[in-house]
């Protein structure tokens, strides 16, 4: 029996969505650790996998993961390791974030690194964040939305590589 954790933070939703749509796609026993409700990590060595995944601000990560990566790189580099972005830029721009967002020992480990789009939820954002939102969406011609392709073959490469290990 194949264990995977996945230790997130979501600001809004966005990486916590995502989470759980990894959580229903992906084979084996799944747990999730959400850092942002700082529920007490489980022993991250009685996982073969770990999916470690945050969002973009101001171009940086959370800094709850960026401590969390720091923190425990020996054992993740160890481990079957999946890396995710929740962000609202695409293409080249997206992966320089994604590039920058995880040491880069680890995202060498990486069996998988990906970013999955970001969303907006006005509703949760104070009037500076609406309006920081408002200028990147307009100025880049962005659309928030979630890849919900990439998810479903991050999962894949996570769970057959399961099957190969079986
Ligand atoms: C204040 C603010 C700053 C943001 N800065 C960036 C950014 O620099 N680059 C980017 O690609 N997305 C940026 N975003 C978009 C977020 O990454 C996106 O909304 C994501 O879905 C947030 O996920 P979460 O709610 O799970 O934290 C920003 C969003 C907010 C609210």
């Keep these: 029996m194949h264990n995977t954790l996945i ?3 979501s600001n809004h939703g966005t990486v916590e969505r995502c989470a759980r749509e990894l959580f229903k796609l992906i084979e084996g026993k799944v747990d999730l650790c959400n850092l942002n409700r ?3 990590l489980p022993d991250l060595m009685s996982y ?11 171009g940086k990560i959370q800094k709850v993961i960026a401590d969390f990566c720091k923190s425990n ?8 390791l999946g890396l995710f972005i929740n962000c609202l830029y695409t293409g080249e721009k997206a992966a320089q974030q ?5 040491p880069e020992s680890l995202a060498r480990h ?25 200028q990147i969406v307009r100025s880049e011609g962005l659309e ?20 190969e290990k079986a």
């Design 144 to 163: 928030p939305l979630l890849f919900k392709d990439k998810i479903a073959r991050f999962a894949q490469i996570i769970s057959s590589y399961h099957h």
């Design 98 to 102: 994604l590039e920058r967002a995880f």
């Design 48 to 58: 073969d996998t770990i999916i470690v995944g945050g969002s973009i601000h101001y």
């Design 7 to 9: 230790v997130f933070a």
């Design 73 to 80: 790189q020996t054992v993740l580099a160890g481990k079957r």
């Design 110 to 134: 990486a069996l998988v690194r990906d970013y999955f789009g970001g969303e907006l939820y006005k509703q949760k954002m104070n009037f500076w964040e609406r309006f920081i939102t408002w």
């Design 38 to 40: 700082r529920e007490s």
